[in-house]
């Protein structure tokens, strides 16, 4: 009585190459959306950043009295500030008052950054009669 041996298990080398090229391209293409959601994190967190700075400027301005507020554009004397308004960062802060009438103004503040040869900016604009109005 003798055995045949007709048939192997396991794979052959081409379906083993088959597979790791499978699973590469898998894994790139997990690596690429993890980057890819980093990089968007990332600049969320700086648009939000700018747009609070944006807010507390206005809010700020909108609390004085109304005489104190002379038309004009004005740099933030702390530029460049970080993301508590405070001197050190990567955004550029200034605002424009203009005159709506004896006792109402318009404010804009703007807030502008570069970041890896990029520019972005959020612009915000409000009336106001001073006092928080």
Do not use: C
Request: aromatic share 6%; charged share 15%; hydrophobic share 40%.
């Amino acid at each position: 009585m003798s055995r045949s041996h007709t048939a192997q298990g396991g794979f052959t080398f081409i379906e083993l190459l088959i597979a790791m090229a499978i699973l590469a391209i898998g894994m790139m293409a997990a690596v690429s959306m993890q980057f890819s959601s980093t990089r968007n994190n990332t600049n969320g967190n700086i648009v939000t950043q700018a747009s609070m700075l944006a807010k507390s400027q206005l809010e700020t301005l909108k609390n004085q009295d109304i005489s104190s507020l002379v038309a004009g554009t004005y740099p933030d004397p702390n530029n460049p500030v970080d993301p508590d308004g405070q001197n050190g960062g990567i955004y550029q802060r200034s605002w424009t008052i203009a005159n709506l009438g004896t006792n109402a103004r318009e404010i804009t503040v703007r807030v502008q950054w570069d970041r890896l040869g990029r520019t972005g900016a959020v612009e915000i604009s409000s009336n106001t009669q001073g006092g928080g109005v």
